[in-house]
């Protein structure tokens, strides 16, 4: 028996605690995958047309990055937060205010585009930002009456769930015109206004549904109810994590893929729309980019608790390079960019899967939450670094020089890997 089937008595209801873990488990698990396919809607829905707004407000390519790299900080802004809210009331607070912030965040950009107000547009795609906090953050659920053996494939159960939203999101600008016309909104805005509805719905359904809060009952089940579980600092997590290699090695890991793909995913449409590709095609290659991401995540789960964590790492990071490669050579071959972004998209959910499962099994449950939301910030902090570069760098260097850049990232995983094997073997699984 593992460890979390210890702490859970196998998944039989454990005497005194009143649950059955392994019950609360399924059912935690099956309303965060309706919540995602929501609330991935209302995150895949901007991902087409936030750069093109934000090029359309500033007449300047170099700003255009600045819409996904301003959902990016506020990610990381609301990462911490959202996780200490997390920490001391549980997931479904965390969660839910996290969706319901974004949904006021797709207001105030709407407002602020149609008013011609660049830095309102920013303020609310800062706003924005707490819904992709808050859908990364689902996956830490998942995890948290997870047995060993089968927390891979939880956790990227609940990463797949994005799929269905995200996919479709990027290929609403068709209907998010035909909607926002008769509002007197611009066109680009109807995207910006699905978003927000399944933001809310995302939101109320998290508040609704999601009882017992896994997070508190692996608590009490753990033996770990105490009044301040839950509240170290962020400092704190961040040393627990540096003096924890196999920690360390899945915050460097979700950092590096994450960061790689933020690079070159910010800057795709913006290259697509000066080689002439039409919003059709560039929504399409948004939506298989994230296909790539969320798809196949199941499969990645399985293989993560299969091969084991670290390699199933070291396979995102190679994916990783060929994805930089094909992409950074396309020019403007449509086909290739797309096989390039779907290659990208593998990798970052090969590196997500692992990485986070890494984490989660490399501490105790009460420690958890501090951890990851220090390494939700960080995450988002290099993606929003990555997609401030990116508008300049493709200025500058063209898309090539982007990819090329965006490639470099992968190094430090590789290196930390064979350090910390050297160092302290480090389990496969």
Not at 4 to 14: I, K, Y
Not at 87 to 105: D, F, K, N, Q, S
């Amino acid at each position: 028996m593992t460890t979390a089937e210890e702490a859970t008595g196998g998944g039989r209801p454990l005497a005194g605690s009143g649950h059955d873990p392994a019950r609360i488990q399924r059912r935690a698990v099956g309303v965060l995958v309706t919540i995602q396919v929501i609330g991935g809607l209302g995150v895949g829905a901007a991902l087409s047309v936030g750069g093109l707004i934000a090029e359309d407000l500033t007449g300047s390519q170099s700003w255009a990055g600045m819409a996904t790299t301003t959902i990016t900080l506020g990610a990381a802004v609301f990462a911490l937060p959202l996780a200490g809210l997390a920490a001391r009331r549980g997931r479904r607070p965390g969660l839910g205010t996290g969706w319901l912030i974004a949904a006021v965040g797709g207001g105030v950009a709407i407002g602020g585009t149609q008013a011609g107000l660049f830095p309102v547009f920013l303020a609310g795609m800062a706003l924005y930002g707490a819904g992709t906090a808050t859908n990364l953050q689902a996956r830490h659920a998942a995890a948290d009456l997870a047995a060993d053996a089968t927390r891979g494939r939880d956790l990227s159960l609940v990463v797949w769930a994005t799929t269905v939203g995200a996919v479709a999101g990027p290929n609403l600008t068709g209907p998010g015109a035909a909607v926002a016309r008769p509002l007197g909104l611009e066109p680009l805005l109807g995207p910006l206004l699905f978003s927000s509805t399944a933001f809310l719905l995302a939101g109320a359904l998290t508040f609704a549904l999601l009882r017992p809060d896994p997070l508190l009952v692996a608590r009490e089940v753990g033996g770990n109810t105490a009044a301040g579980a839950g509240k170290e600092p962020p400092l704190e997590s961040l040393r627990l994590i540096v003096r924890t290699p196999r920690a360390l090695l899945a915050l460097v890991g979700t950092v590096a893929s994450h960061t790689v793909m933020v690079a070159v995913m910010t800057m795709t449409p913006v290259h697509m729309s000066h080689g002439g590709a039409a919003l059709t095609v560039i929504g399409v290659t948004i939506s298989m980019h994230i296909a790539g991401m969320y798809a196949l995540s199941p499969l990645v789960g399985w293989l993560s608790d299969r091969i084991g964590r670290v390699p199933t790492l070291i396979a995102g990071q190679a994916v990783l390079v060929v994805a930089v490669v094909v992409a950074g050579a396309s020019d403007h071959r449509e086909p290739v960019v797309m096989a390039g972004l779907v290659l990208l998209g593998l990798g970052w959910s090969l590196g997500l899967v692992a990485s986070s499962a890494m984490l989660a099994e490399s501490l105790p449950a009460e420690r958890r939450p501090g951890a990851q939301g220090v390494t939700d910030l960080a995450m988002n902090l290099g993606g929003a670094t990555a997609g401030a570069m990116s508008g300049v760098l493709l200025a500058v260097v063209g898309f090539g020089g982007l990819n090329a850049f965006a490639g470099v990232f992968v190094l430090p995983v590789v290196v930390l890997a064979l350090w910390a094997r050297r160092k302290q073997p480090v389990p496969a699984s």
